[in-house]
């Protein structure tokens, strides 16, 4: 089991980076809400990482904190719910708000998610709730807010349509639809809009 890495980003491409660890580049899957609090490239960052092994592939999901690989593990285990929807579920709710719809029984919130359906959402309060409960308090996830940066106005316009790009494909390997995920992000891009923040802002605007 790998639990930890500690290394320099390479690459991010949401909800995805790859991480440099000794000379081994790891392709790592985050929650947005993990994904937002990452330094920029080139920079050392340590991930809570869980391992998933499949007869058709090996999966490497990261967490900037414990808090919510637990909460993630702890999803997993629910009937019905796989790593890329805990995954998706933790990209549009902070822990704390999986946790407080859970502990409310607020179906409406949760069926909001992409890939939770009502009996789903019902059968995560059943599975969950006592589970839940039995957790530590958790804490508030801070958000990164990427900062705007400077350029002409040939660049800013291929990086506003490199950012929307970017954003409507992190949304769909999310598990939105096409047509709902380009809605979204053209509904709120501007022109000096990061991917991060428009991926942010549509997850709000759909939740």
Known sequence: MIAQLTGIIVEKIPPEIVLDVGGVGYEIQLPMTSFYQLPDIA??????????VREDAQLLFGFVDRVERTLFRVLIKANGVGPKLACTI???MSANQFVSAVMHED??????????GKKTAERLVVELKDKL????TLPNLSIHKPMATGGSESQLLVAKVSAIDEAVSALIALGYKRNQAETAVRKIASEDASSEKLIRDS???MV
């Open 43 to 52: 920079m050392q960052v340590t991930l809570y990482t869980h391992f998933v």
């Open 90 to 92: 933790l990209s549009g």
């Open 107 to 116: 179906i409406t919130a949760l069926v909001k998610m992409p890939g939770v």
């Open 133 to 136: 409960n039995d957790l530590e």
């Open 203 to 205: 997850l709000k605007s």
